[in-house]
């Protein structure tokens, strides 16, 4: 029995597409979406694997030596820094280190300052660095005893500070050792010395013994510049200051040999022994000849001897004298004071290999 012939199949309208050429059509699509996909990742995942090389890699060697250094100023936004950053030779890509920056949350908390880079240092250090402020300190050192002169001498020496400041009067900083940072003012690094100043002298004039022979604070500050300079031992400050407190109340003159060389070069050591003109010369600071306190302070005293000069110890002594040790010796009678010098001027003779006869001592405190 044959089979019936399978009818024609008809043939689609022209201008209609099949539904086969639709699905092929789709397929290719398909294809050439994945396709563009794939490459965007592609591309995407080596943008990324680029970009953390760079954030994580070796970054740029240093221009001179094995180390850079870069100043980032106080309220600069993030792309200053990071220009900054590029320019200084620090980093690779400003454009990386914004994003590192957004991304880790750093962009919030980076820190102005002076910073300094090894040769190489990965951008991850450095992000790291700037968002815990590890800047470079730099720090300027007053000891005590120096006068204004010679404290403007030190901040005007220092090449990490700029602009130009007035000499302060004497006895107005306090001498210590302060934190600076590159191009910060003079003048506001000495403002920051005088109120330490000011601050510590208030504390203590408050707290300061009952019945002292002078009225005011500065009165006090140059008391203390006095004692300063009399010794450098911190353990005799005290001791000192109510040498120069006793006399006072007894109104005997206080006769200190470094009043005298104020008045002669302004504190600036003479690189010489007082010469008897000197020591007969009448100065507004020649302790020998006026009474009482000298019209200003000799140095800028340190801590320690503001303390002294404000809570003294009770003592009865008058005078002292070195005891060839680097201290001095102490005597409340001038009998006692006269043996004592003559022990000294002995210790002179022995040191100096001469035969010279004992000097009689003058009536001062710290001769």
């Keep these: 029995m044959s089979k019936k012939p399978s009818p024609p199949r008809k043939a689609a309208p022209r201008g209609k597409t099949s539904r086969r050429e639709t699905a092929s059509v789709g397929r290719r699509l398909i294809r050439a979406v994945l396709g563009a996909i794939t490459t965007l990742v592609v591309i995407g995942m080596v943008a990324v694997l680029g970009a953390a090389w760079v954030y994580n890699g070796p970054g740029p060697a240093a221009k001179a030596g094995d180390k850079t250094s870069v100043v980032l100023r106080r309220g600069a936004s993030l792309p200053e820094i990071a220009s900054s ?26 820190k102005a300052g002076e910073y300094e880079f090894t040769s190489r240092a990965s951008m991850a250090q450095v992000l790291d660095a700037i968002r ?105 400050r005290p001791r000192v200051a109510a040498v120069f407190v006793n006399r ?6 206080l006769g200190s040999d470094p009043t005298i060389i104020y008045g002669i070069s302004r504190g600036r050591p003479l690189g010489r022994g007082i010469r008897m ?63 004592n010098v003559a022990k000294w001027r002995q210790i002179e003779r022995d040191r100096a290999g001469e035969n010279v006869p004992v000097v009689p001592a003058k009536p001062a405190a710290g001769n």
Excluded: C
């Design 248 to 253: 006072l109340r007894t109104g005997m003159r």
């Design 277 to 339: 003109s000197e020591l007969q010369r009448l100065t507004p600071y020649n302790t020998y000849l006026i009474d009482g306190l000298p019209p200003t302070p000799i140095a800028n005293p340190g801590r320690q001897a503001l303390a002294a000069v404000l809570d003294p110890p009770k003592t009865g002594d008058l005078y002292f004298v070195a005891d060839g040790t680097g201290g001095h010796v102490f005597a409340s009678t001038l009998e006692q004071h006269n043996a």
């Design 85 to 110: 950053l590029e320019q200084g030779g620090v980093i690779r890509s400003s454009s990386i280190f914004m994003t590192a920056a957004k991304v880790t949350g750093a962009a919030r908390t980076l």
């Design 132 to 236: 815990h402020g590890r800047i470079v300190r730099h720090w300027i050192t007053i000891p005590e005893g120096r006068t204004s002169d010679m404290v403007m001498d030190i901040l005007n020496a220092s090449p990490i500070l700029t602009g130009n400041a007035p000499t302060p009067p004497e006895g107005a900083i306090l001498p210590e050792t302060y934190e600076v940072q590159r191009g910060e003012d003079r003048a506001a690094v000495l403002q920051r010395m005088m109120d330490d100043r000011d601050k510590l002298l208030n504390q203590l004039w408050a707290n300061r013994q009952a019945g002292l022979p002078f009225q005011t604070k500065e009165e006090a500050v140059t008391l203390a510049s006095i004692v300063e300079k009399e010794t450098g031992l911190a353990e005799e």
